[in-house]
């Protein structure tokens, strides 16, 4: 007899209201992984963060120029160096790789092809880079990815700018490129509201990844919020 395949749950959007703040999230993150079991909904966290310096797991101090007095915090995620704050769309995607019978290759290319789908409708041409992960537009980082994968199951995603000050961006060389130009949606002619590309992102993201989703949900417990300034 042939054992049934039990269906993959819906997933659990969630929308963060204000700025959340960098390192409780990332640990809600963690925890959440570690506990998580087979039955488990998989979880897209849309949300923003104040002002902060992130440093991979592969990243060199060396790429760090002049933090100033934005917060450094060393981080679980792949990749370098890379810079959050307000006006920036950051989407957590927590996946159970195995049951979605997903590759994590396929999962960075689905947030990449997404940001690409998404911006193309604006009349934005963008690509990705195999060799540097994340989505550009005429040689500009437009949107950067890390992912951590611990028991089959990713956290960590994407950043993608939407309408913030880019000058934080001078102090690190951007995802350990010296030199890397940095732009956003609004320079670029873009819509300038990040819950609503949000919400247009995680629609794109859900179809290439071949997943549902369950009505929208509220924050999770442990990610705190600052109001926005």
Known sequence: MTTPVPAVPPLLLRRLPGLTAYEPCVATMRE???LRGPETPDELWLLQHPPVYTLGLNSSPAHLLAAGT???????????????????LVAYLLLDLQRAGLGIRQVVCALEDAVIALVAAHGIRASARREAPGVYVAGAKLASVGLRVRRGCTYHGLALNVA????PFAGINPCGYPGLAVTSLELLGGPADPDQVGTDFAAVLLS???LNAGAPVGAPTGATSTCRA
């Open 164 to 167: 913030l000050d880019l000058s």
């Open 32 to 34: 959440f992984t570690g």
């Open 208 to 210: 290439k990844l071949g």
């Open 70 to 88: 934005i917060p450094v915090v060393q981080t679980d995620r792949g990749g370098q160096v890379t810079y959050h704050g307000p006006g920036q």
